[in-house]
């Protein structure tokens, strides 16, 4: 039978990839229901080609324009609105696979609810692991659900491993993930303080949302991947390294306990990490191009301590910092760095500004042990004050 899929955020970069590649698999997969923010024209595209039998805006009068145009086109599709309805579609019976790409915090409930239901999981949202933590993957083992991780270096990590996990920590010496660097790896680190949000999301190898952009050239991207891996994998902070790989051919490795390393190459593409978390454990073609080795330029690695990547990426130790504070703090700093993003995409604050938010926001917020959803959504509120009130203070 086809695989019935939910797309969360199907309108985003890893949402249209995921629909590329169900495209190129009517026999496989079946598209059973969208959502999406606020781009009702490109959702209402996508009901057009794939007749989903849910569509999901985040606000009712996105809703009510899809609605309009939905009945307009003769489509039968059923618009629906709000966090509930992602939720419900998340958890249908009738879903098999979901799709979470919503980005951000708002990630969560959905990614909650698709655990609790048993669903098989893509998850390219890093904050439902960030944020959730242990509540998270405690609801994926109660709900029997498959979580199979979408961002490239987590599937890379994933297909290095051995496939049977209870042999991970015995086998494994450390998980080393590659970071591009960003637009400003070679920039000087004094000429920062000067960044336009344009040149922040124009990244060199990938194509990504504004967001993901922004925290790609920050790094704060990659401290929040560290503490996916960490949840992922149930490695220890000190066994996750990354490295400075600016051709972004490796995605990721696993050093093993006799020194030998595994690693994922392939070109800059999600489709590849998409098509293996919907085929999984079968592989299908992505529609990516593979890699060319006799056109490949060299491959260069960097340490984070030379050329000045210290002082010039310096959230990227938040990311131990805060998983050897309570778990809270986790949540915390993903509270504060939406802030800062959003604060700096509105040019409220500048593009080194938003360490200092984040950094004064896991020092200033009082972190504790989350143990439910709403526990997780209260450190959320008051972090994200916390750091609304910094953005205000850099403004004046």
Known sequence: MK?????????????TSTLDVVARHPDRF????????????????????????????????????????IRGNGLQVEVMTGSKAIEMIASHELTDTVMAAIVGAAGLPPCLAAARAGKRLLLANKEALVVGGDVFLSAVREGGATLLPIDSEHSAIFQSLPEDPANWSQRIEKIILTASGGPFRTRDPAALRDVTPEEACAHPNWVMGRKIS?????????????????????????????????????????????????????????????????????????????????????MTFESLDSNGHG???????????????????????????????????????????????????????VASIPQTLDDLLALDALARATAQRTVARLES
């Not at 991207?221 to 066994?239: D, H, M, S, T, W």
């Open 30 to 69: 079946e598209v059973f229901a969208l959502s999406a923010a606020t781009q009702v024209d490109l959702l209402l595209e996508q009901c057009a080609r794939f007749r989903p039998r849910f569509a999901v805006m985040a606000s009712a009068p996105h809703a009510r324009e899809l609605a309009h145009k």
């Open 214 to 298: 922004v925290d790609s050239a920050t790094m704060m991207n990659k401290a929040l991947e560290v503490i996916e891996a960490r949840y992922l994998f149930g490695v220890l902070p000190e066994q996750l390294e990354v490295v400075i790989h600016p051709q972004s051919v490796i995605h990721s490795m696993v050093q093993y306990r006799d020194a030998s390393i595994v690693a994922q190459l392939g070109t800059p593409d999600m489709r590849v990490p998409i098509a293996y978390g919907l085929a999984w454990p079968q592989r299908i073609e992505s529609g990516a191009q593979a890699l060319d080795f006799r056109s490949l330029s060299a």
């Open 3 to 15: 695989q019935r899929i939910a797309v969360l955020g199907s309108t985003g970069s890893i949402g």
């Open 311 to 365: 002082e010039r990426f310096p959230g990227l130790r938040l990311a131990w910092e805060a998983l050897h504070a309570p778990a809270g703090a986790c949540a915390t700093l993903n509270a504060a760095n939406e802030v800062a993003v959003a604060a700096f995409l509105d040019r409220r604050i500048r593009f080194d500004q938003i360490h200092h938010v984040n950094l004064e926001t896991l020092q200033d917020a």
